[in-house]
């Protein structure tokens, strides 16, 4: 079963289980509209009390210094249960079919591959690509399948994307782009096939040091994941100067999913960290978005209000 099929289930499922909830409680003189709006409730009010116990949890295990406003935590959870909502129950479950942009046989032109975390699909890139701000670059996406299964077996998936990628651009290497797991199943792959064909790897919020929440997630590639794993300590040891030269890692300082917070900053790399914003929301974060158009197509000029983008870049 594709994430997308499960999703939909998931989401039937949901709106069902909110609709028998207002059959039973409301009174038969209610509008029976008002069963609709108990229906799409559910998955809104699941989904935000699950993002409030990962902010809640962070906040305890690694609190932030110095501490923000309440406000300040309020307005990044709304924004990631939107985010959240979005993807979850819109995006990946009816758009992960969508079209990518046309492919161009140029090497020349900077060819990049867009990869998604854990339980994921390629949907989650589509506003980033209907925004057009790569348009400059010949640009694909990928599924890691199986949902569930063993990063080491998605660097042999991104290997085929990548080599598709090479195959119909020309491109002698190509740009990777991973959110959250996806830029660990870039350095598996680094791993495993060394780093001839990459240029660049960037990687947005990505658990490089792992995240307490690891343990807590369903499937193999979840508790490799996890804070210090064994996976983890076999990736680090496979890190040299040459391949981290070629890394530059975002992260958010309101992290509510990689736990510890510093997870995101390898070492060694160039970091930029942007503020007010949740782990799934960066994927439709413009100033993210502003950062991979000078990463990716450096002869670009974005509008002048990217130079008011609220970030912090060290070497």
Known sequence: MSLATFLQLALLVQLAAG???????????????????????????????VLAIEFIAG???????????????ARVWLGETSASL?????????AAGFAEPNLVADPQRPAVL?????????????????????????VATVNLTPVFGPIGHYADVLH???????????????MIVGHSMGG??????????????????ITIA?????????????????RQMAHSSAFMRELASALTPAVLAKFV????????????????????????????????????????WDVLVRELCPYRELPSSCSNASTAARN
Not at 86 to 94: K, S
Not at 184 to 201: F, H, I, S, T
């Open 249 to 288: 890692c975002v992260a958010t300082a309101d992290d509510n999913l990689v736990v510890p917070r510093s997870s995101p900053l390898l070492e060694g790399t160039k970091h930029i960290v942007l503020d007010g914003i949740g782990h799934l929301a960066m994927l439709e974060d413009r100033r993210v």
């Open 19 to 49: 609709a028998a909830l207002g059959a039973w409680f409301l009174p038969d003189a209610v509008s029976r509209w008002w069963l609709l709006v108990v229906a799409i409730a559910v998955p809104v009010i699941g989904t935000a009390l």
């Open 114 to 138: 867009l990869v998604h975390g854990y339980a994921c699909n390629r949907a989650v890139w589509k506003p980033l690509l209907a925004s057009g701000l790569l348009a400059d670059c010949n």
């Open 184 to 201: 660990l199943v870039a350095r598996a792959y680094l791993r495993k096939r060394g780093d001839a064909a990459v240029a660049r790897v």
């Open 86 to 94: 979005r993807v979850f129950c819109l995006r990946q479950p009816f």
């Open 206 to 222: 990505t658990p490089h040091a792992g995240t307490i929440f690891g343990g807590f997630g369903h499937g193999r590639n979840a």
């Open 160 to 174: 085929a994307a990548i080599e598709r990628l090479r195959a119909a651009t020309g491109a002698t290497r190509v």
């Open 59 to 73: 906040a305890i295990v690694d609190p932030r210094s110095p501490r923000t406003s309440l406000l300040h935590v």
